[in-house]
């Protein structure tokens, strides 16, 4: 199983972009979603989670300015950042709970994709 993600880039403040992460391989169901996020010189974060019913949950920091969704027929979650403030740059990245094919259950990382906010 591989998580891809995509999306990030430069923006300036106030701007917007939207992240996707694509799970792909030996799937057979996916459960929760995450997208986490790590500025330099500091610990990760949990940014957002999406359960497979579509529940979500939020950091206080990023609650109103981003959203998180799913599409289960392509094994893609999204990132909609909206209002980017320079304290937003980070390196995001996506992971997912995946039951494969063979039934074992895991917890997948996609690689970072940098987001970088100009003030």
């Known amino acids: 199983v591989q998580l891809q993600a995509s999306g990030g880039g430069l923006v300036q403040a106030g701007g917007s972009l939207r992240l996707s992460c694509a799970a792909s391989?030996?799937?057979?169901?996916?459960?929760?979603m995450a997208w986490y996020r790590q500025a330099p010189g500091k610990q990760r974060e949990l940014v957002a989670t999406?359960?497979?019913?579509?529940?979500?949950n939020y950091a206080d920091s990023v609650k109103g300015r981003f959203t998180i969704s799913r599409d289960n027929a392509k094994n893609t979650v999204y990132l909609q950042m909206n209002s980017l403030k320079p304290e937003d740059t980070a390196v995001y990245s996506c992971?997912?709970?995946?039951?494969?094919?063979?039934?074992?259950?895991?917890?997948?990382w996609g690689q970072g994709t940098l987001v970088t906010v100009s003030a």
């Open positions: 992971n997912a709970d995946v039951l494969t094919r063979d039934r074992s259950f895991s917890h997948y």
């Open positions: 391989g030996s799937i057979f169901s996916i459960g929760a």
């Open positions: 999406i359960t497979s019913g579509g529940s979500t």
